[in-house]
């Protein structure tokens, strides 16, 4: 009933830009908390920027004062704009939002719903 689709990567040189979006559809009441996360090949998945429905923000370290999160509360969408590509943010980045919807039987559920995940490469 509800689905995150991301939109936005590709391959792009070093110290290029890329802007990853991430629109939520379905029978949303409420999105709380909206973010991002890559996985690299052979890596965990971490995390790279959160914002919460108040506009507080969290970013990691290795991607701070280079990538910005964003969202727009009537679109339901949230936005990482990554700024100074480094190869090492090479990865497939995975938008997530803490969502409560209504199911089939119109009953309130509280999740965090993922996106199907979007490559970024960085290569020369």
């Known amino acids: 009933q509800v689905q995150l689709v991301e939109s936005g990567g590709g391959l792009v040189q070093p110290g290029g830009s890329l802007r990853l979006s991430c629109g939520a559809s379905?029978?949303?009441?409420?999105?709380?908390?909206m973010g991002w996360y890559r996985q690299a090949p052979g890596k965990e998945r971490e995390l790279v920027a959160t914002?919460?429905?108040?506009?507080?923000?969290n970013t990691a370290d290795s991607v701070k004062g280079r990538f910005t999160i964003s969202r727009d509360a009537a679109k339901k969408t949230v936005y990482l704009q990554m700024n100074s590509l480094k190869p090492e943010d090479a990865a497939v980045y995975y938008c997530?939002?803490?969502?409560?919807?209504?199911?089939?039987?119109?009953?309130?559920?509280?999740?965090?719903?993922w996106g199907q995940g979007t490559t970024v490469t960085v290569s020369s």
């Open positions: 997530y939002a803490d969502i409560t919807y209504k199911n089939y039987a119109e009953e309130l559920v509280a999740e965090k719903k």
């Open positions: 914002i919460t429905s108040g506009g507080s923000l």
């Open positions: 379905g029978s949303i009441v409420v999105i709380y908390t």
